[in-house]
């Protein structure tokens, strides 16, 4: 099973990234879709997710920047993040559980993203 996380980058405060995280060797459908970020010297906190049926949920900090978004004919789910802060700086992953089960089983690798004020 992998997940690949890509589209990270440097950006100015006010710009935009769009993250991708590719699945492969999972059936992609039946599983709940997340990001999480984890900025330095701080816990790893969840972003959004998105659920198998396409329910969304954000975090306070990122409702009405960010959308997530999945396209299971391509297996992969998107993060777009738009109106980013500096406060945003961190390393973002992507994690998969299946359907309603409480823990993530499988993580991605990290996709750095840097805003520069």
């Known amino acids: 099973v992998q997940l690949q996380a890509s589209g990270g980058g440097q950006v100015q405060a006010g710009g935009s990234l769009r993250l991708s995280c590719a699945t492969s060797?999972?059936?992609?459908?039946?599983?709940?879709m997340s990001w999480f970020r984890q900025a330095p010297g701080k816990q790893r906190e969840f972003v959004a997710t998105?659920?198998?049926?396409?329910?969304?949920n954000y975090a306070d900090s990122v409702k009405a920047r960010f959308t997530i978004s999945r396209d299971n004919a391509k297996n992969t789910v998107y993060l777009q993040m738009n109106s980013l802060k500096p406060e945003d700086t961190a390393v973002y992953f992507c994690?998969?559980?299946?359907?309603?089960?409480?823990?993530?089983?499988?993580w991605g690798q990290g996709t750095q993203v840097t805003v520069s004020s």
């Open positions: 994690a998969a559980k299946f359907m309603t089960q409480s823990t993530y089983g499988f």
């Open positions: 060797g999972i059936t992609f459908g039946p599983y709940t």
């Open positions: 998105i659920t198998t049926g396409g329910s969304t």
